[in-house]
């Protein structure tokens, strides 16, 4: 398990941007692959972003073109890029590494979630 600390959630008006950042304790923060979920109320928790410890970035559709995922390794620390900000993204933002599920990557079942960070567009 890696301890995650998220950060840099706020409001934004419709068409704002805001930049997450989470941290991460250890020294082997490198070579896991690490994502970013979001759960808006009464929905479930959806991964919206992924990068592999390799760099490469995979979104989901409802996000593409908008948000960018990076990593810091000397850091130890995951950014989320978010642009062009919509109602329908407010949510809690959490971080989480990932591990191979059998058919996808995916928070570890034994992992523990962070506090997350509030989002809320809205003008």
């Known amino acids: 398990q890696v301890p995650l600390v998220e950060s840099g959630g706020g409001l934004v008006q419709p068409g704002g941007s805001l930049r997450l950042s989470c941290a991460a304790s250890?020294?082997?923060?490198?070579?896991?692959?690490m994502g970013w979920y979001r759960q808006a109320p009464g929905k479930e928790r959806e991964l919206v972003a992924r990068?592999?410890?390799?760099?490469?970035?995979v979104y989901t559709d409802s996000v593409k073109g908008r948000f960018s995922i990076s990593r810091d390794n000397a850091k130890n620390t995951v950014y989320l890029q978010m642009n062009s900000l919509k109602p329908e993204d407010t949510a809690v933002y959490y971080c989480?590494?990932?591990?191979?599920?059998?058919?996808?990557?995916?928070?570890?079942?034994?992992?523990?979630w962070g506090q997350g960070t509030q989002v809320t567009v809205s003008s």
């Open positions: 990068i592999t410890s390799g760099g490469a970035t």
């Open positions: 989480s590494r990932l591990t191979w599920a059998g058919s996808r990557w995916s928070h570890p079942p034994g992992d523990s």
């Open positions: 250890g020294s082997i923060f490198s070579i896991y692959h």
